[in-house]
Nanobody, 115 residues
């Protein structure tokens, strides 16, 4: 089993920045994909950004140029640096780790962008 714990959410004004962190523990394999997904109220969950253990990334067009995903492999931690935040970025952000055909999810952290 893998456990994921997210942190860093909160309230921020439009144009502001936040950094989310997700620490994985338990049976974390040497090859996996970690990433961030988000779900706004009344909408489906969507991919924000993912990163492989080798550092290959995929970032959604809606956040490209504003959000950056990175990871610390020894620490099994993934980060999401979010800049130039917009009200439409308001959502619960979930961390996911995928390995051996199994997806593990964190409980989510709320990001609210509002003045």
């Amino acid at each position: 089993q893998v456990q994921l714990v997210e942190s860093g959410g909160g309230l921020v004004q439009p144009g502001g920045s936040l950094t989310l962190s997700c620490a994985a523990s338990g049976s974390v394999g040497s090859i996996n994909i970690m990433g961030w997904y988000r779900q706004a109220l009344g909408k489906q969950r969507e991919m924000v950004a993912v990163i492989t253990t080798s550092g290959t990334t995929n970032v959604a067009d809606s956040v490209k140029g504003r959000f950056t995903i990175s990871r610390d492999n020894p620490g099994n931690t993934v980060y999401l640096q979010m800049n130039s935040l917009k009200p439409e970025d308001t959502a619960v952000y979930y961390c996911k780790l995928a390995q051996y055909s199994t997806d593990y999810w964190g409980k989510g952290t709320l990001v609210t962008v509002s003045s």
